[in-house]
């Protein structure tokens, strides 16, 4: 009998012990659904890295962020049904890299109803669709006209001023990302801007998008400089990976940066850098990944703290040309 008693009550303390213990390790949850427009984009794959990063190191004993990552492939209707499943498995939160940003009011109607609240990053959503759930939604980005009056500006800044033949006149040709996105357009316009506004003459050769991607920058820059050769002084390109696909273009039809054209991207990927260091690429634009992760991951904070926040949180570029 005794014997019994003493096992029963061994056995009904590693009960207690064990429940104890599960409830004093409890760590909660919180789940993440983050869409990212287009895995195959060399900048968008930069931040994405980064906010993994950045979330795993806010993991404590009691909180564990699980991140779900989504590749869109650049399909809108693809991306919908990622983000529709984030909805109904529950995410607290959801960080949107949208395809297409004029389906954000679709999202937020969607989020909202569910209470889901959703931070959007690089493609800017309209104001108007932010406001439709005050508070509870906000975009975290960079305003893309500081970086085309960039790229603008370090054109002006070289002795130059980008007439490398002294005609009066710079010749430029202009490749676009995605027109549909404010990136491109505000890179597009403002780069000239810049130069307009301090009195210089442009004449545009050819202005053509290239999607982001580095085989179409390649593709419109051998096109241009076969049309129009000796005449071509600048390229500017919206983004670094097109600008990468320009310099195989530029070298491979003999030219030189620096020398008898110039070359300017946005992004400062690594590889860019180095080459701009290197005097290949006149200079880029740094598109701060890192501070829009960091940004997005703190206004995410705020949101699962059940905290208002404001629409748009903004991150400023940086320009980039050689060390000296
Ligand atoms: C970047 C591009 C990128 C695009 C994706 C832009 O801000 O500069 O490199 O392809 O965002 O939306």
Known sequence: MRKISKILFVFVALAMLTACGASGSESKT??????????????????????????????????????????????????????DAFISQGMDLIIANLVDPASAATVIDKAKAAEIPVVFINREPAEDDLLIWEGRTAYVGADARQSGTFQGQIILDLETKGDINGDGVVSYVMIVGDPANIDAQYRTEYSIKALTDAGVTVDKLLEQRGDWEQPKGQEIAAGALAQFGDKVEVIF??????????????????????????????????????????????????????????KAVDVALRLLDGESVDTHYWVDYVKVVKEQ
């Open 237 to 294: 390109a919206n983004n670094d990976a097109m600008a990468l696909g320009a310099l195989q273009a530029i070298e491979s039809a003999g030219r030189t940066v620096g020398e008898d054209i110039y070359l300017v991207g946005v992004d400062a990927l690594d590889e860019v850098v180095t080459l701009v260091n290197e005097g290949r690429i006149t200079g880029t634009v740094l598109n701060d990944a890192e501070g829009q992760a960091t």
């Open 30 to 83: 919180v789940k993440i659904g983050v869409a990212i427009y287009k895995y195959d984009d060399n900048f968008m794959t930069v931040y994405r890295e980064q906010l993994a990063k950045i979330f795993e190191a806010k993991n404590t004993d009691s909180v564990t962020y699980e991140l779900t990552f989504q590749d869109g492939k650049g399909d809108q209707a693809e991306q919908t049904n990622q983000i």
